[in-house]
């Protein structure tokens, strides 16, 4: 039987990690020093290569002829460990060996010398899915290892690890795919496998892979089978997916209020057999690029689609607001939530597209809370007795408000971000900064997603912290910029200011007339 093309391109050196440079450098050099620690935690999504990297490191750590760090793969150590004859090195899939006996059984053969190689090795994958009484038994021989033996562990979901775990670990990240990366990788084996693969095709089984190598190379190896130039409408018949043809035809219908032509394409897609809850899956991915392409200049880097196709999505997203593009976005979300519950999943769609394509849907998303206040008002009696002029009460006094200074190092730190958060960065690129003592205020626009972000998003609020940090020593409160409550001084003011204080603190007696 042939095998999978995930499993024949498996990586087998460090090199061979793809999208991976800092992790597969940093194990690399420790293995060339000899440097090993007794335990390792590889954590990130699935198909990021993390149990290919454990196998690499169990080959390094006991290779007979290592090269700078790399395994020779052809020693008998290396040959063993990939094809699981060594015993060892042991492999534990803690889904199924989640017990706690699993684990007891495993520290007490750990004490025995390895029988061929340097370390015996033991790879437990998905160790999030240990019992606590496992980790329990696993924390007792982690906390005072015999010098032979050498764990990794392996999880997609980190915050189930015990922090006990945790802190006897090395811990390495691995970061998803970009679609990039994996669209080279399907063409490099594309060219050995002898598959007629075109570039946007590549690209596109990328984008589904949702970030993960593994997934990637299984659907290049459906698409593949039929022996057809693998196009991009050959991916999304096989997959089935509505072409980005269909999502522009219905996403300019629902901008444009046209509920006819969105029944239409709707229809045209059901001849087709495309299931309605991909539709609204790829829907959820369609109206996020569209957001992206609303907030940012150059959208390109996270919006993973041909040219042409980009241009259409900021045409699109040019002629919308941002509070529109976001009504549509939480409608298609809540379509697949109804989807889950609902009779019809058809009814659940059309029902959710004709929210979409009212002309009062950007009033009903955006503008009934500003109007409650109104209506209540108008809803209240009239007052029949009018007071003297002497008890009417004066009128508030308005707020003073608060002065802040322009900060001038904001471009210094929005460079600092760009090499942090790319995506937030885009949305600041014009925007102006302001501070006052610990706080520091940004002023992106109105039609910014930067005062939603700063308070739902707690990376993209430290990233921006962590970048004004580096830039001027301060940890600062961040904030909007709110006209209403905060005054900025002119540039040349805040100078002055500066200038007085400064010839104050001398000792200096400057007088300014205006």
């Not at 239409?264 to 829907?283: G, N």
């Not at 600041?428 to 109105?446: F, H, K, M, P, R």
């Not at 910029?481 to 104050?504: F, H």
């Amino acid at each position: 039987m042939p095998l999978a093309l995930y499993r024949k391109y498996r990586p087998r050196t460090f090199d061979d990690l793809v999208g991976q440079a800092a992790v597969s450098t940093t194990l690399k050099r420790q293995a060339a020093l000899g440097r090993l620690s007794h335990a390792y935690l590889f954590t990130g999504s699935r198909g990021t290569g993390k149990t290919s990297a454990a196998k690499i490191l169990a080959k390094a750590a006991n290779c007979l002829d290592s090269r700078e760090g790399d395994p020779c793969c052809e020693c008998e150590i290396c040959i063993g460990i990939e094809a699981e004859s060594l015993l060892d090195v042991t492999e534990i899939d803690a889904a199924s060996n989640s017990g706690v006996d699993n684990i007891r059984e495993l520290r007490e053969q750990s004490f025995f010398t390895p029988a061929v190689a340097k370390y015996r090795v033991y790879i437990v994958d998905e160790c999030h899915m240990l019992s606590q009484g496992a980790f329990n038994a696993l924390l007792k021989i982690m906390e005072e290892p015999p010098p032979h033996v050498l764990f990794i562990l392996a999880t997609t979901e980190l915050h189930k690890v015990p922090a006990t775990i945790l802190s006897r670990c090395q811990r390495f990240d691995f970061q998803r795919l970009s679609s990039t990366v994996i669209a080279g990788r399907l063409i490099y084996v594309a060219g050995h496998e002898g598959i007629a693969l075109e570039d946007d095709a590549a690209l596109l089984i990328a984008k589904l892979a949702d970030g993960g190598m593994r997934d990637a190379l299984s659907l290049l190896d459906l698409v593949a089978t039929s022996g057809e130039k693998v196009t991009s409408a050959l991916v999304r018949e096989r997959v089935g997916l509505a072409s980005r043809e269909h999502l522009f035809l219905l996403g300019r219908a629902v901008a444009g209020g046209d509920f006819g032509e969105v029944l239409e394409v709707l229809a045209a897609l059901c001849e087709k057999a495309f299931d309605y809850q991909r539709i609204s899956e790829q829907l959820v991915v369609f109206y996020r690029d569209l957001m992206v392409a609303k907030a940012i200049k150059d959208p390109g880097e996270l919006i993973a689609c041909l040219p042409e196709e980009l241009e259409q999505y900021k045409e699109l997203a040019g002629k919308q607001s941002m509070a529109r593009i976001m009504g549509w976005l939480g409608t298609t979300q809540e379509i697949l939530i109804k989807m889950s519950r609902g009779f019809s999943r058809r009814a659940e769609l059309e029902a959710g597209l004709l929210r979409m394509t009212s002309p009062d849907f950007a009033v009903e998303n955006t503008e009934l809370p500003k109007r409650a206040p109104a209506a209540s008002k108008r809803a209240e009696p009239v007052a029949q007795h009018v007071p003297a002029p002497s008890t009417i009460e004066p009128p508030t006094p308005p707020i003073e408000k608060i002065p802040m200074e322009p900060f001038e190092r904001w471009a210094e730190v929005l460079d600092e971000l760009g090499r942090k958060n790319k995506a937030l960065y885009g949305t600041l690129v014009d925007s102006s900064a302001y501070v006052s003592g610990e706080l520091l205020l940004v002023d992106a626009g109105e039609d910014s997603m930067f005062a939603g972000m700063v308070r739902t998003d707690s990376y993209a609020k430290e990233s921006l912290r962590a970048a004004a940090e580096a830039v001027t020593g301060n940890r600062y409160k961040l904030g909007p910029y709110n006209p209403e409550r905060y005054e900025a001084k002119p540039a040349a003011q805040s100078k002055l200011d500066d200038i007085l204080k400064q010839a104050g603190e001398m000792g200096v007696d400057v007088k300014v007339e205006g």
